[in-house]
Each structure stands twice: as C-alpha cells, then as structure tokens.
T-cell receptor, first 115, second 116 residues
Framework: AAGVIQSPRHLIKEKRETATLKCYPI?????VYWYQQGPGQDPQFLIS???????DKGSIPDRFSAQQFSDYHSELNMSSLELGDSALYFC??????????????FGNGTRLTVT | AQKITQTQPGMFVQEKEAVTLDCTYD???????LFWYKQPSSGEMIFLIY??????QNATEGRYSLNFQKARKSANLVISASQLGDSAMYFC?????????????FGKGNQVVVIP
C-alpha cells in the first residue's frame, strides 16, 4: 500500500539558511499535517491543511510557512534557521471522511540538522 | 496544559511476557479518539490501535489491546507476548472533536526495552 512520502530524508543546513521539506500524502487523503519532534521529545503539531486550505495552526514559528498544492503535496518552508530547529520533521496524512477515528499515517520524516 | 499524560519511566520487559503502558487524558469534549503509536529507534511513527470515546468494547489489534476506562479517562495499551522487535518508544495521542481532520496531541511517550 502507498505510504506518505517525505523528502529529503536528511538535511544539513547552516544557521540563517533556508530549507524546504516536501511531503506527498497517501492518495485520496484530504488532510496533511506537519509535526516537529525534537530529540527525546514528543511530536509537536505545527500546521495542517484540509483540501489545500490551512485548517489548523499549532506552535509553528513565524519563520516557517507551509502550503498544500493542487496535487495535494505539501511543502514546509523554513527560513533563518536556528540551531534549535534541529529536529525530526514528520508529515502525516489522513482521510477526514473516516471521522475522528481516522488515524494519521506518518511519513518516515526528514531529519534536519542545523549547524 | 498537557492533554495526554504518560508518566512511566523506561520499562524493561522479558520476552514473551505482557507489558501495560499507562495513558491518561484530559478532555471535556464528548467526541474524541485515542491512538497509540510505536516509534522504534529508526524513527518512523507506526499506528498501532485506536479507541473511540463512544466505543463500548475495548479495541484489540493482534497482540495489542486497549484497556479503556472512560470514567477514569485512561486508555492503557497492553502488549501481549512481547517480542524483541517491540523495543521502541510508545506514544499515546488524542484527537478531540468530531472532525476527522483535527490534529492529534501526543503524550511524552513510554520507552520499552524487551530483553531476551
């Protein structure tokens, strides 16, 4: 079965640089989520999109932005990177028609290291 | 405020034995879903099992089962017949509200190490 695809798997950037993370959700899934997981931490919700419109916003820094495109893939853009942005970034997707029982299906994540 | 509480320290469990991971939650919404995820050291997040607030029976999925006590707001995960591959971090998560596109809020996780 198709899964959520994230790219790149690993990314190394320097402080103040920018980064773009990509996510391709499971086909037919209408909701995409972005989470940030710091070392030894639980995943923290950043932002989500439902049918290409932003549906919810969590603890996403103003330096970050995201969007979902017409083909449903999503990108997380991160600017002015800081050392504290080093984390595992997950994209997940779900099918809202399944109601609140619909699990999030996660990609393998992008491990961002800021030096 | 933390909506999901997982407070157990790291756990060691003998292979083939059962292990129970505690999860308590806090919500005033009558409609909610509870999820458990497994995160091995390789980092991926794997969905294990789901329990809905209106479900009358405890959820089961293979070797995973949920001990759902709604009045106590707890949803403990039971892993039976532990295997070495069960060594991982386990996260409890909750979705509030009736909409299928609401976010999941995660607990801090329980670390499990299965020993032969």
């Amino acid at each position: 079965a198709a899964g959520v695809i994230q790219s790149p798997r690993h990314l190394i950037k320097e402080k103040r640089e920018t980064a773009t993370l990509k996510c391709y959700p499971i086909p037919r899934h209408d909701t995409v989520y972005w989470y940030q997981q710091g070392p030894g931490q639980d995943p923290q919700f950043l932002i989500s999109f439902y049918e290409k419109m932003q549906s919810d916003k969590g603890s996403i820094p103003d330096r970050f932005s995201a969007q979902q495109f017409s083909d449903y893939h999503s990108e997380l853009n991160m600017s002015s990177l800081e050392l504290g942005d080093s984390a595992l970034y997950f994209c997940a997707s779900s099918l809202s028609a399944e109601g609140f029982s619909s699990p999030l299906h996660f990609g393998n994540g992008t491990r961002l290291t800021v030096t | 405020a933390q909506k999901i509480t997982q407070t157990q320290p790291g756990m060691f469990v003998q292979e083939k034995e059962a292990v129970t991971l505690d999860c308590t939650y806090d919500t005033s919404d009558p409609s909610y879903g509870l999820f458990w995820y497994k995160q091995p050291s390789s980092g991926e997040m794997i969905f294990l099992i789901y329990q809905g607030s209106y479900d009358q029976q405890n959820a089961t999925e293979g070797r995973y089962s949920l001990n759902f006590q709604k009045a106590r707001k707890s949803a403990n995960l039971v892993i039976s017949a532990s295997q070495l591959g069960d060594s991982a971090m386990y996260f409890c998560a909750m979705r509030e509200g009736p909409h299928g596109n609401n976010r999941l809020a995660f607990g801090k996780g329980n670390q499990v190490v299965v020993i032969p």
